[in-house]
């Protein structure tokens, strides 16, 4: 396997030393995009929110810190993510203000309708099945909920076949039942935020 190839099988889904390493460099490039998340003003404080694909966890402490009466939940396919996300928001798991597990978006271990936000930031195109994996979303995710999708958009057109532009993306969302999509873009950055509505 190529470095290139075993750095993308990393970002997909982190495992050893070279995963916690390639997290920790998540948590430290990221700064930019999280400010922007912030900027957003998509979550409100008192909200159950979900992140999906939760990584070094990073994007777990600013959805606690944003929003100090909610509860924040994260998944991540990866085992390494899970402790590393765990470890960085140490306090707030021990107090049940952060929970985090091992889960994929394929199968979300919550029951319909029980998130006001769920995010998911630079994961959507390491999805296995985009599709269905936004049903999947759509069914945690209560009536008048967010989805908001922070990605950056060259990795959008690498990494996937489909959904590569904004325009289709917001066409997949409006198709699974989505009432209104924002999309925001820093096109100074190549960075894209959609705001999806239940």
């Keep these: 396997m190529s470095l290139l190839q075993t750095l993308i099988e990393q970002a997909k889904k982190p495992n050893g030393w070279i995963g916690s390493w390639m997290l920790r460099i998540m948590n430290i490039a990221h700064r930019g995009m999280y400010a922007w998340l912030i900027r957003q003003g998509a979550i409100n404080d008192g909200d159950c929110v979900l992140d999906i694909g939760c990584g070094g966890g990073k994007t777990l402490q600013i959805l606690s810190n944003l929003n100090p009466n909610g509860i924040i939940y994260g998944i991540d396919i990866s085992e390494q993510a899970v402790k590393e996300s765990i470890k960085l928001n140490e306090a707030h798991v021990a107090s049940g203000k952060v929970v985090v597990k091992e889960a994929s978006v394929t199968s979300i271990p919550y029951e319909d309708q029980f998130f006001d936000a769920i995010t998911a930031f630079q994961t ?75």
Excluded at 127 to 151: C, H, M, T, Y
Excluded at 168 to 179: I, P, S, Y
């Design 124 to 198: 959507h195109y390491f999805w296995p099945s985009l599709e269905q994996d936004v049903k999947e979303v759509w069914r945690v995710l209560k009536n008048g909920g967010k989805f908001i999708i922070i990605a950056e958009l060259y990795k959008m057109n690498y990494h996937m076949e489909a959904y590569q532009t904004p325009a289709a993306m917001k066409q997949l969302l409006e198709r699974t039942g989505f009432q209104t999509v924002y999309v925001t873009e820093k096109s100074s950055k190549g960075w894209l935020c959609m705001t999806a509505i239940k």
